[in-house]
Nanobody, 119 residues
Framework: QVQLEESGGGLVQPGGSLRLSCAAS????????MGWYRQAPGKQRELVAR???????DYADSVKGRFTISRENAKLTVSLQMNSLKVEDTAVYFC?????WGPGQPDYWGHGTQVTVSS
């Protein structure tokens, strides 16, 4: 089992910044990926960014150049720095953990944290 504890999120104006963090604990494998998905009302959950334990990062096209994912290996924490936020970034953001580096659905999810971008 893997437990994911999220922090961050909240309300911000368009153009502002927020930082999300996710701490993993439990049975953490050497080869894994962590990152963030998001789900807006009425829409499917979508990948925002993920980072493998080998250092390879993937981003959704809609956030490239604005969001940056990083990790602190000692703390098994992954962070998502979100800059130049747009109204369309409003969603519940879910931390994820996946065994291995390949594609596919995550094995574990966090509870989600709300991000609202509004003036």
């Amino acid at each position: 089992q893997v437990q994911l504890e999220e922090s961050g999120g909240g309300l911000v104006q368009p153009g502002g910044s927020l930082r999300l963090s996710c701490a993993a604990s439990g049975n953490i494998g050497s080869f894994h990926a962590m990152g963030w998905y998001r789900q807006a009302p009425g829409k499917q959950r979508e990948l925002v960014a993920r980072l493998t334990s080998g250092g390879s990062a993937d981003y959704a096209d809609s956030v490239k150049g604005r969001f940056t994912i990083s990790r602190e290996n000692a703390k098994l924490t992954v962070s998502l720095q979100m800059n130049s936020l747009k109204v369309e970034d409003t969603a519940v953001y879910f931390c994820m953990y996946k065994r291995g580096w390949g594609p596919g659905q995550p094995d574990y999810w966090g509870h989600g944290t709300q991000v609202t971008v509004s003036s």
